[in-house]
């Protein structure tokens, strides 16, 4: 007799990011306020491990609103890029024992990741005006979003830092560092091609 395709598919290891069984929204694991690390390790939601990665999620979030408001497709590439690295930077803090790099390749965030955000604000930055003030946020609708992704960006750093320096990785905090960086080149290049003017302080 022969055997089912079901069984086959059954054994087949799922695809690179993929889940092997579907995945439930609610677990009712977090219901008493705790929540699990990568390591099994179950803290309080209020942990300020879970707040930082935590703040990483709302960047990712403010980034999909940028993306949402309108922006060429150079720019959503960029941001869809950066949303992927974000996920990475979140699984990285909720790795206390820093062993989930090693293991999963998508989780990599390390120098070469830094040089390619600082290779991108070298390459937007050669297409807009000289920075001779300082300027206040706001724009176009997307030209906005990423100014408070970048303050996003800076609260979720300080959170980082205040774990203590043993407890990140110090490429995923150059990182982050280096990100907001990038978010405040991207907010002016994305005001600058949309035609809108900046308005000094």
């Not at 579907?22 to 300020?48: C, E, H, N």
């Not at 070469?112 to 946020?137: K, N, Q, Y």
Request: neutral net charge.
């Amino acid at each position: 007799m022969p055997s089912s395709p079901l069984r086959h598919a059954a054994r087949r290891r799922p695809e690179p990011g993929k889940y092997n069984r579907r995945v439930k929204i609610y677990t009712r694991g977090g219901d008493a306020g705790q929540t699990g690390l990568f390591d099994g390790t179950r803290v309080s939601k209020a942990d300020p491990r879970v707040d930082a990665y935590g703040e990483i999620d709302e960047l990712n979030a403010a980034i999909g609103l940028a993306r949402a408001q309108g922006v060429d497709e150079e720019i959503d590439t960029l941001l869809v890029g950066l949303q992927r690295d974000l996920h990475a930077v979140a699984a990285r803090l909720a790795d206390p024992r820093h062993r989930i790099q090693p293991r999963v390749a998508k989780a990599a965030v390390d120098e070469t990741a830094v040089s390619r955000l600082e290779a991108t604000i070298d390459h937007l930055e050669a297409g807009l005006p000289p920075l001779t003030c300082f300027i206040l946020s706001g724009g176009s609708a997307a030209g906005a979003s990423l100014h408070l992704a970048r303050t996003i960006c800076r609260r979720a750093e300080r959170r980082m830092v205040s774990l203590g320096e043993a407890e990140v990785e110090p490429d995923v905090l150059m990182y982050v560092n280096r990100l907001s960086d990038l978010l405040f080149v991207l907010a002016r290049t994305v005001n600058h091609r949309a035609g809108v003017p900046e308005t000094e302080w």
